[in-house]
C-alpha cells in the first residue's frame, strides 16, 4: 500500500528565510501525482504545488518549489522569502493514477511556523 | 466561480444519534471525495464517489455511508454516533483523472458529546 511519511511534525523559520519541508513516500507505480497542500488555521485545504512523477522539472509556484528525487521517492517543499501568512500546517500527499483505488493518501503533516 | 460549499460548518451531536453532511462541489467536477480529520490520525480516507457512484471506500465502519445525486452533490451519513468521530469532516471535489488535485471545503466540525 502506498504510504506517505513527513517526519518533521513542527518546523520554524524567521520571516523572510527560506524552509524546506521534507516528504517522501513508498509506492511501486511508475506513474504517479504528488501535491503539497497548506491548511491555515481558517480549515481550508489549499493546493500549493503539483509534480507529476512523469516530468523530470520541478515544479515551481512563485515562492515555492519542489526537489522531486524519484528514485528516492522523497518530494521536499521549498518556500523562499518566508511570510507570516505561510504560517500553517503543510500535507504531502499523493495520488496514484486512476482506477478502482483512485484517492488521493496524505501525510500526518508539518506545522510550520514563521517568526517575526 | 464558487467553491466546495459544505454545511454546516459546525454541529454537536449526541452520542447514538446520527448525522447528514452535505457537500456542494463546484460546477464541472464530478468526483467528490470525503476525509475525516482528527488531530491523532490525521486525513483519513472516507469514500469516494464519481457519477452517483461510490468508486472507492477507506476502511471506515459501516456506520459511515455516502451517496451522491445527479447534481454531484453529496452527503455523508454517520449513524450510532460515538464518541470518536468528533472530527473535521472534509468534502474534497475534482475533475475526473488523476492529475488534478482536489478542491476543499472549509469542512464540517462535528463534536459528538
Known amino acids: 500500500a502506498q504510504t506517505v511519511t513527513q517526519s518533521q511534525p513542527e518546523m520554524s523559520v524567521q520571516e523572510a528565510e ?84 483512485d484517492k488521493i493518501i496524505f501525510g500526518k503533516g508539518t506545522r510550520l511556523h514563521i517568526l517575526p | 466561480k464558487a467553491g466546495v460549499t459544505q454545511t454546516p460548518r459546525y454541529l454537536i451531536k ?14 464541472g467536477h464530478r468526483s467528490v471525495s470525503w476525509y475525516q480529520q482528527t488531530p491523532g490520525q490525521g486525513l483519513q480516507f472516507l469514500f469516494e464517489y464519481f457519477s452517483e457512484t461510490q468508486r472507492n471506500k477507506g476502511n471506515f465502519p459501516g456506520r459511515f455511508s455516502g451517496r451522491q445525486f445527479s447534481n454531484s452533490r453529496s452527503e455523508m451519513n454517520v449513524s450510532t454516533l460515538e464518541l470518536g468521530d468528533s472530527a473535521l469532516y472534509l468534502c474534497a471535489s475534482s475533475f475526473a483523472g488523476p492529475s488534478y488535485g482536489y478542491t476543499f471545503g472549509s469542512g464540517t466540525r462535528l463534536t459528538v458529546v
Open chain 2, 14 to 27: 449526541t452520542r447514538g444519534q446520527q448525522v447528514t453532511l452535505s457537500c456542494s462541489p463546484i460546477s
Open chain 1, 18 to 101: 527560506t524552509v524546506t519541508l521534507s516528504c517522501t513516500y513508498d509506492t511501486s507505480e511508475s506513474d504517479y501525482y504528488l501535491f503539497w497542500y497548506k491548511q491555515p488555521p481558517s480549515r481550508q485545504m489549499i493546493l500549493v504545488i503539483r509534480q507529476e512523477a512523469y516530468k523530470q522539472q520541478n515544479a515551481t509556484e512563485n515562492r515555492f518549489s519542489v526537489n522531486f528525487q524519484k528514485a528516492a521517492k522523497s518530494f521536499s517543499l521549498k518556500i523562499s522569502d518566508s511570510q507570516l501568512g505561510d504560517a500553517a500546517m503543510y500535507f504531502c500527499a499523493y495520488r496514484a493514477p486512476g482506477g478502482r483505488d
